[in-house]
């Protein structure tokens, strides 16, 4: 592709595309739930497989492994060379994967089965972020909400079509979720025409992505980074307590019923959904670096409270958490895209994956935890966790030191 080409915005952009953004969050929709069915039928695996808990962990493992590692190696190569149709193939391996669940003989062919799955998902999250921000019309926070909270969506309906067919039906309903895989699928596809169509711009060399950056030296930008994956571990260690021990901390501290816990578990993943939607439009018309740290940050006085709240302020705590923390995501990956122009895979492999894995780490190190000390101690030890959200003071502005490069240049 000529440089005039690659520099010039496709017409089909200049506006932002609100139906290929629906598209790419319905499939993000399709996508995540169906990851999330793997650990919502474990106890189901675990009973047909007289498995113990070390073989459910490497279940587990090999996901996570695949899925979070990998994806950082998909976005920079297809930085590299544009891959319209990986997004379609990344959908037809957690395809494969669903099938093979669905018939698997042995604990070996479950592990090949999370794997496929995995991979399916380390494919989709690089490729479905730059097509959204191709998609955005320079919108991009505003592209970024609409495409997560697809995925937020998704990971909460996942467990509960587990729960009401996986569940009643046995191991070999799996394979009914293939219809939604093949929906993705076309889905996909179509989008691939779009981006193919539209011809996003061509993978940037090193040297036209600092002369398009944001006069940011290398430096600064790898604490930024670094400050951002810190972030990334607050926010995520902190969600995986909840999302994965929330029930059992009502359960245990308050004696309310499952299903009363679990009413509660989709409030705040309710909160967390609208979080996200929030999160990109205002980082688009207030600046990243100020809704990032009003996020992270911003959410420590409620969960400070939390642990000594009544069931009813627990509840009532649990929406402003979810939404101010959530909020933050959208920001972070949009600030991250910015500091690293022409590198929109690879920063959206690197902090999805870094962002799945702490959820999983998290999830395993506050369950170890739990069980020594006791779930009420994990939430008052997490809720120190969102006070890294002072260290986002140390993040540059990537819009000011642009401004400042170009006066300088006039200059």
């Given at each position: 592709m000529s440089d005039s080409v690659a520099k010039a915005?496709?017409?089909?952009?200049?506006?932002?595309?609100?139906?290929?953004?629906?598209?790419?969050?319905?499939?993000?929709?399709?996508?995540?739930?169906?990851?999330?069915?793997?650990?919502?039928?474990?106890?189901?695996?675990?009973?047909?497989?007289?498995?113990?808990?070390g073989q459910v962990g490497l279940i587990t493992l090999t996901y996570q492994m695949t899925a979070s590692l990998l994806q950082p190696?998909?976005?920079?190569?297809?930085?590299?060379?544009?891959?319209?149709?990986?997004?379609?193939?990344?959908?037809?391996?957690?395809?494969?994967?669903?099938?093979?669940?669905?018939?698997?003989?042995?604990?070996l062919i479950l592990l090949v089965a999370a794997a496929l799955?995995?991979?399916?998902?380390?494919?989709?999250?690089?490729?479905?972020?730059?097509?959204?921000?191709?998609?955005?019309?320079?919108r991009h926070g505003l592209a970024q909400s609409l495409f997560q909270v697809g995925g937020n969506a998704g990971s909460a309906i996942g467990p509960l079509l587990a729960a009401f067919i996986v569940i009643q039906k046995g191991q070999a309903s799996v394979a009914w979720f293939s219809i939604a895989a093949m929906i993705g699928i076309a889905l996909l596809w179509n989008i691939g025409v779009w981006y193919k169509r539209n011809?996003?711009?061509?993978?940037?060399?090193?040297?036209?992505?600092?002369?398009?950056?944001?006069?940011?030296?290398?430096?600064?930008?790898?604490?930024?980074?670094c400050i951002?994956?810190?972030?990334?571990?607050?926010?995520?260690?902190y969600l995986a307590g909840f999302t994965s021990y929330y029930t059992f901390y009502l359960i245990e501290k308050f004696h309310i019923s499952v299903e009363n816990a679990q009413v509660l578990l989709f409030v705040f993943l309710g909160a967390v959904a609208a979080g996200t939607i929030i999160g990109g439009?205002?980082?688009?018309?207030?600046?990243?670096?100020?809704?990032?740290?009003?996020?992270?940050?911003?959410?420590?006085?409620?969960?400070?409270?939390?642990?000594?709240?009544?069931?009813?302020?627990?509840?009532?705590?649990?929406?402003?958490?979810?939404?101010?923390?959530?909020?933050?995501?959208?920001?972070?990956?949009?600030?991250?895209?910015?500091?690293?122009?022409?590198?929109?895979?690879?920063v959206s492999g690197l902090f999805f994956g870094f962002a799945f894995?702490?959820?999983?780490?998290?999830?395993?190190?506050?369950?170890?935890?739990?069980?020594?000390?006791?779930?009420?101690?994990?939430?008052?030890?997490?809720?120190?966790?969102?006070?890294?959200?002072?260290?986002a003071g140390f993040l540059p502005n990537p819009d000011a030191a642009r401004r400042a490069a170009a006066a300088a240049a006039k200059v």
């Open positions: 915005p496709s017409p089909a952009v200049k506006d932002t595309a609100f139906v290929v953004l629906a598209a790419i969050s319905l499939c993000h929709l399709i996508n995540d739930m169906l990851q999330s069915l793997l650990p919502a039928i474990y106890p189901m695996l675990k009973e047909n497989y007289g498995l113990d808990f190696v998909v976005g920079l190569y297809t930085d590299k060379r544009s891959s319209p149709w990986s997004l379609a193939i990344g959908m037809g391996f957690t395809l494969a994967g669903l099938l093979l669940l669905s018939v698997a003989s042995s604990f799955v995995g991979t399916g998902s380390s494919i989709f999250h690089p490729e479905s972020s730059r097509v959204s921000r191709m998609a955005s019309g320079g011809a996003a711009p061509a993978p940037q060399t090193r040297a036209q992505a600092t002369a398009h950056g944001a006069a940011i030296t290398p430096r600064r930008m790898r604490i930024a980074i951002l994956l810190a972030l990334i571990f607050s926010k995520y260690f439009p205002l980082g688009d018309r207030f600046g990243r670096k100020y809704v990032i740290w009003a996020s992270i940050l911003g959410v420590l006085p409620f969960t400070l409270i939390l642990p000594h709240a009544n069931l009813f302020w627990t509840a009532l705590l649990s929406v402003p958490i979810g939404v101010i923390l959530a909020s933050a995501f959208p920001a972070i990956i949009v600030y991250a895209q910015e500091l690293m122009p022409g590198r929109v895979g690879t894995g702490m959820g999983g780490i998290g999830a395993a190190v506050l369950g170890e935890l739990a069980d020594i000390t006791s779930i009420d101690f994990v939430y008052q030890l997490c809720a120190f966790l969102p006070a890294l959200g002072l260290i």
